[in-house]
């Protein structure tokens, strides 16, 4: 079955440092891999996705992923951390050999990130 | 581009009433999805729909969830009747299409408190 771990409930890192939420899955084909942020009483918002290529995909925000297929890693990355990136975050993959029915995401259970001035 | 919208954005009811919550999805997006998230976990699907068709509804508990999208346009979830394990927030998202590589679009979600 597919899943998505997120190994730590929070990172803190101090602003201007660079930060990573790490996000390992377990899928029984080839993967696609999103990275989404939740800012407090607001809905998701998409940052990036790996589909394909490119090991290092970069997204919004200046946040970027790098894909590792030996150790099923999907980590999320940035050079230099902002207060304002404080947020959780979650990794999600769907599977295209699952065998299910639609093309839902299996989400983690979120990181919460937090940028200290 | 507007977003996906959702309404009410809070809710709150006792055990065994009913509750609607309400999606418009981005103008153009075949794909509707709504996901269930529960404090300190990450959502989970409750039910796709492609157009007007449901093509997974695998984890909806039937016995009191519904939902539809008569017209492959806006959709509506109903609980009915509600359990104290039912408070969460009901997400709902759009993609253009059931394609894999379609990203989801995310509304702002419906709070639902149960007491």
């Known amino acids: 079955a597919q899943s998505v771990a997120q190994p730590e409930d929070q990172v803190n890192v101090a602003e201007g440092n660079p930060l990573t939420v790490k996000c390992t899955y377990s899928v029984s084909g080839n993967p696609y891999l999103f990275w989404y942020v939740q800012y407090p009483n607001r809905g998701l918002q998409f940052l990036l996705k790996y589909i394909t290529g490119d090991n290092l995909v970069k997204g919004s925000y200046g946040f970027e992923a790098e894909f590792n297929k030996s150790q099923t890693s999907f980590h999320l990355k940035k050079p230099s951390a902002l207060v304002s990136d404080s947020a959780l975050y979650f990794c999600a993959v769907r599977d295209l050999s699952s065998g299910q029915a639609g093309t839902a995401l299996i989400f983690g259970k979120g990181t919460t990130l937090s940028v200290s001035s | 581009e507007a977003g996906v919208a959702q309404s009410p954005r809070y809710k709150i009811i006792e055990k065994r009433q009913s509750v609607a919550f309400w999606c418009n999805p981005i103008s153009g997006h075949a794909t509707l999805y709504w996901y269930q998230q529960i404090l300190g976990q990450g959502p989970k699907l409750l039910i796709q729909?492609?157009?007007?068709?449901?093509?997974?509804d695998s984890q909806l508990p039937k016995d009191r969830f519904s939902a539809e999208r008569l017209k492959g346009v806006d959709s509506t979830l109903k609980i009915q009747p509600a359990k104290l394990e039912d408070s969460a927030v009901y997400l709902c998202?759009?993609?253009?299409?059931?394609?894999?590589?379609?990203?989801?679009?995310f509304g702002p979600g419906t709070r639902l408190t149960v007491l």
């Open positions: 998202a759009s993609s253009l299409n059931s394609v894999s590589t379609d990203t989801q679009y």
């Open positions: 729909f492609q157009n007007n068709g449901v093509v997974d």
